[in-house]
């Protein structure tokens, strides 16, 4: 069997980003690693879940051990560097953290756990971080050349598909459009969902991307590691407040971009992160 180590920015980034492939590699037998940049000192902490006097860095350590578990990790390492927050904002420069880091010592440090599993696969992120969220690019600079200095020889950029999102907007849109026609002269439904743009730069599009993995089986454990990340992810928000259907659609496929390979025109996706 082989072992895969998944590299993300923060707790949580692991169960929205690549946690049907960990479930799915820990299920075929594969050692499943995390390894987390930072511990997410400054996310916006959902009302009444922190104890009194607890830290929030304490309760993200918790919360991704516990989802590291329903996914079926066997190992958790967080490098210790500081959440440098949005971009533009003067915690990307605060001492320790991680966009500030030097790239060459963060690899080091990250090849040597590549090194010691002898890992077959990294994932990181793209090279805008999805979304362009510093940690989340600084992952991507630190894992790519980490993968370099171990020797790793499967390197995946997770993503998103930008035009299946757009797709299943275009979708909704049309959905609720034809509700509305149906029920002429009544209010919207309440349960309407909320369908909002997204960013020029937010995923990749589908042509730039060489894999698509199939990880509806394992939508439960995603979404019951979404559900550990209490601190982060409310009962409330988009995230588990969706049908199983809709969730399934958005979170059931896991997108990558493997490092030296090209999708020619017409070919299909690969659809395992061992391909």
Not at 119 to 135: E, I, N, Q, R, S
Not at 136 to 143: E, F, L, P, S
Not at 167 to 178: D, K
Not at 196 to 215: K, L, N, R, W
Request: charged share 25%.
């Amino acid at each position: 069997m082989s072992t895969v180590v998944c590299f993300h920015a923060h707790p949580d980034d692991e169960c929205i980003q690549t946690g049907g492939t960990m479930a799915l590699a820990a299920a075929e037998g594969h050692r499943v690693v995390l390894v987390v940049a930072t511990r997410g000192e400054h996310g916006e902490i959902v009302p009444d879940v922190l104890e009194e006097g607890e830290a929030l860095w304490q309760r993200r350590i918790a919360e991704t051990f516990d989802a590291a578990r329903i996914l079926g990790a066997q190992r958790v390492e967080f490098l210790g560097y500081v959440d440098s927050g949005m971009m533009g904002e003067p915690d990307n420069d605060a001492p320790y953290s991680f966009w500030s880091t030097d790239v060459e010592h963060a690899a080091h440090r990250l090849a040597a756990i590549l090194t010691e599993e002898s890992a077959d696969v990294l994932t990181a992120y793209d090279d805008h971080g999805g979304y362009g969220h510093p940690d989340h690019i600084q992952v991507h600079r630190v894992g790519l050349r980490a993968a370099e200095l171990a020797g790793t020889p499967i390197v995946l950029q997770a993503t998103m598909n930008r035009d299946h999102i757009l797709a299943g907007i275009a979708e909704a849109r049309a959905a609720a459009e034809a509700a509305r026609e149906l029920g002429e002269g009544s209010e919207p439904p309440a349960d309407e969902p909320d369908i909002g743009e997204i960013p020029d730069d937010f995923g990749e599009p589908e042509a730039h991307i060489t894999h698509a993995v199939d990880v509806r089986s394992f939508v439960r454990a995603k979404r019951g590691a979404m559900v550990a990340h209490a601190s982060q992810i409310a009962p409330d928000s988009w995230f588990l407040t969706m049908g199983e259907e809709q969730f399934e659609r958005a979170f059931g496929t896991e997108w990558f971009i493997r490092v030296g390979r090209r999708r020619g025109e017409g070919v299909p996706f690969a659809a395992s992160i061992w391909d």
